[in-house]
């Protein structure tokens, strides 16, 4: 059985792809049989899902379609809305079947998280349940931006209250020129009670190998032993 991770984020758009390719990455150049999964993806254009596609790009096992993403929507909106309107319920049961198999063929999974932590995926369960169903390390994106403070502390409080580990986290600049960087950068370190894995600078095209160079896969590893 393979070793996995659950990446979050503070919020949608802080670079959660980016940075669940260069974990990848990182594993991959160590010798390791890697694959992604992103269990939930909405904003499907012409029949592919951009982030999947990267994910793929980032492994070095491939899986079907519907193992590594078994739910995808094309409307880029909250995914319980997206599956109300095509019909359909987000099963975490069939989710934790997915990458049940997804451990059997790989050392390392990384599964990508939809949005922020607490995101509804259904009328009653949010991403935290489907993180806990999984039992997996968390690895949390921080998009480096005026708020991302509270958001992180309140990303990093809900794993905790969720009895999950917490593997580490990682500083994703996504603005060019984010005030006091390094000051909001070391808050969180005094704060987050788990370790720093890597500051991904500014990028206008990021690049999940330059990203990968730049993490710490020595407490990813601890996180599995």
Request: charged residues 20%.
């Amino acid at each position: 059985m393979g070793r996995g991770f659950f990446v979050t984020g503070t919020d949608t758009g802080v670079g959660k792809t980016l940075v669940a390719c260069a974990v990848l990455r990182a594993f991959a150049r160590t010798g390791k049989s890697v694959v992604g999964m992103k269990p939930i993806a909405a904003g499907r254009e012409a029949g592919r899902i951009a982030d999947v596609e990267a994910l793929a790009r980032a492994s070095t096992v491939s899986a079907g379609p519907q193992i590594v993403n078994p739910y995808a929507f094309e409307p880029a909106i909250a995914p319980h809305i997206a599956a109300e309107l095509a019909g359909m319920e987000i099963d975490l049961e069939s989710i934790a079947r997915a990458y049940g198999e997804l451990s059997r063929m790989a050392d390392i999974v990384v599964v990508e998280g939809v949005g922020g932590f607490l995101v509804p995926l259904n009328a009653a369960q949010t991403g935290a349940d489907l993180a806990t169903r999984l039992r997996l390390p968390i690895v949390i994106v921080v998009g480096m931006r005026l708020g991302c403070l509270n958001h992180a502390l309140l990303t990093r409080r809900q794993i905790k209250d969720s009895r999950l580990r917490c593997a580490g986290w990682v500083a994703n600049c996504i603005l060019p020129d984010m005030p006091y960087l390094d000051r909001n950068v070391r808050a969180l370190e005094q704060r987050l009670d788990c370790p720093l894995l890597g500051v991904v600078p500014f990028r206008q095209n990021p690049s999940a190998a330059q990203a990968a160079k730049l993490l710490s896969l020595e407490p990813l590893s601890e996180a599995t032993a």
